[in-house]
């Protein structure tokens, strides 16, 4: 171990690496590309991570949305074909029944689903717009950022029947004049007039709405369009420790048996699980992840080797270089340590500069990406992962660096003088 | 300072064996100056080799300063060669990517000397040999005479027992080769013990003692009087 501080160890080493520079630094390439592409591959990896966590952040994970179609199966005396219409009275023996359900938000609408657009108008403009019924609930599933001195809306807006509206940014871009302050205006939706109570930013990533959706309490929309207890969907988030799977069959099963349908009828119903969608896509960003980490250490395995390589070649050119430095007195010892030390410095400098150029690329993207729409957040390599990396390579810059390191001491001063 | 009893050297050329060296009996006592002389496959530098402990002996004795040198391997060769001997090569054998200065220090590195010291010391060397200013060079910038100066520096620069040389004139022009023995003979002088192969009568004239071998066996072994290499310069 003394060998590895002595100072002179390394002036002998700095000195042949810095005299053969074209060599060293083809020598080099091969391990600074290897762990570059190790670090910017994984660094991706992880920003995409990131950014799915960034997207999937504004809506609750483990949620679904259920809703109702129309028989296949005829069952109890009904006929096949029977329209399955969901109802209010639903949302409590959901709630009751089914333990795991943590919030339920039932929501009708215009404008989606086969049903008119609603022309909605403000003094000289107008524009057809999507209108939702629905509870404060639902920002607990679907969270609703609103902009400055506005609010979503609340439980009085529901128990009065207000005729008060959350309008989109885009909704606010075309009926408003710009830097115009919409709260507390007044807007035309159908022939009744709503007041304007907030704006609702467009979510980045994944949203159930568009930025040009209206939404007014959900008692209001029954009473101005006459829909009773109906129901258009429900959105249910269930605990954060519940498998959504089982949730979505639960929900599906009680509403057939409360809506008396064939437990073996899979078309009454319809529903879209959110937590399936985001496990299949976070298995997608793990197996990127696992997949450059092997990309990325053969590609530094491939680089350790090339070093290995060059180092046999320039074992054979400095044979008489060797033999010189045994007839000097250089013990067989001596000459392994300086090959091998050449292999391991060569190896982890190159690593080190290729872990700095990754890192420069990788903020280089992060900077570039950063006001596009496109799930990709803050790009790091775990420090555990850079270290294991720079271990691997010392590791494996000492075992190849054996190869030459042999090759040097089984050849004998006085054949290596002798080589001309 | 060297004893030399019986010693037997055979190289195996596939099935054939050649026999090299057929029975050296050979001393050499301290501040001798010592010409190797012999046509080519005399075997003298086969005997320079076990000298050097560069080659092993097959059969005899070999001493050495008091120690017997036996069972060597290659880390005891290598401490042996870096106390006991200094090599001087026809091709000079410098390392193409050190200065003058580094070159000569080499030897002193590998006793473990510290950086200062080494530097100090190779630069008095490289004053001996008269080449102070070159210590920068690359050997590609030094004459063949100065390349030959700058690696007698560095095999005097351990200050060993024994000096070694092989050919040292041998790719040099005449007028050269007299500077660099005169430089030999002034080292010498100074009470170093110096062995010197060559198949060139007058260098070996510039010995103190020239040794004959034939087919592996010493033919004659005779003192001479010295002529003095500064003569020619």
Redesign the interface.
Known sequence: MRFIFD??TW??IF??IS??RTRTIITMIGVLWGIFVYIGLSGAAKGMDNGFDKVFKTVSMNSMFVWGQSTSMPYGGYKTGRQMQLKLDNVTDLQNRIPEIQYIAPRIDMGEFGTEPVYTVRGQKSGTYTVNGDYPVYTKIATKKIFDGGRFINDEDIEQARKVCVIGERNLQELFEKDEDPIGQYIRIGSVYFQVIGVHKLAQGVSFDNDSAIFIPFTTFRKLYNTGENVGYLCIAAYDDADVVQVEKDVKMLLKNIHRVDPEDERAFGSFNLGEAFSKIMGFAQGLTFLSLIVGIATILAGVIGIGNILLISVKERT??L????????????VRNQIILESVFLTVLSGIIGIILGAGVLALINNLTKDIDFPYTNPTVPIPYVLGALLIMVVLGTLIGLIPAQRA?SI???DA?RE? | MIEIKDLHKSYKMGSNSLHVLKGINFSVEEGELVAIMGSSGSGKSTLL?IL?M??ELDEGSYTLDGVPIVNLN??KA??Y???FLG?V?Q?F??????TAM?NVA??L????M??KEREEKSLKYLDQVGLKEWATHLPSELSGGQKQRVAIA?AMA?EPKVLLADEPTGALDSKTSYEVMDLIQKINDQGNTILIVTHEPDIANMCKRIVHLKDGIILEDKKVKQVRAAAYV
């Open positions: 100072r002179n002036q002998e000195g042949s005299k053969n008489k270089e033999g010189v430095r045994r007839a000097l007195g250089a013990t067989p010892a001596e001491v004998k001063p006085i003088l001309e | 080799n050097g560069l080659d290659e880390t290598a401490n060669r870096n106390k090599f090569f091709s054998n410098l390392i193409n990517y050190k580094e080499l030897p590195y590998y006793q473990r510290p950086r560095r351990a």
